[in-house]
């Protein structure tokens, strides 16, 4: 079964920066997609940034110009860099991927931005 974990979350000033970090196990194949959500509370689950296997790269308007979204060189990994942050970044942030029709999600990891 494919798991997603990610990692890296944690409390930052406005104007810092955090690295999150997902690995995928459990499969051979690469995944086609790759993506960060985000949810805070009381609100809806939204895309932060997803890339495909062929590094195409979509971001929410929100983030362009501060968070970077890229594949690692071991398969099915991501990170998010995120730059810049405020403290409408708080949220839960998952992970996401997508092989063939599936999708699967991580539990996802906290971050909370202080002003």
């Known amino acids: 079964q494919v798991q997603l974990v990610e990692s890296g979350g944690g409390l930052v000033q406005a104007g810092g920066s955090l690295r999150l970090s997902c690995a995928a196990s459990?499969?051979?194949?690469?995944?086609?997609?790759m993506g960060w959500y985000r949810q805070a509370p009381g609100k809806t689950r939204e895309l932060v940034a997803a890339i495909t296997d062929v590094g195409s790269t979509n971001y929410a308007n929100s983030v362009k110009g501060r968070f970077t979204i890229s594949r690692g060189n071991a398969k099915n990994t991501v990170y998010l860099q995120m730059n810049g942050l405020k403290p409408e970044d708080t949220a839960v942030y998952y992970c996401?991927?997508?092989?063939?029709?599936?999708?699967?999600w991580g539990q996802g990891t906290q971050v909370t931005v202080s002003s």
């Open positions: 459990g499969t051979i194949f690469s995944i086609n997609s």
């Open positions: 996401k991927g997508l092989l063939g029709p599936y999708e699967y």
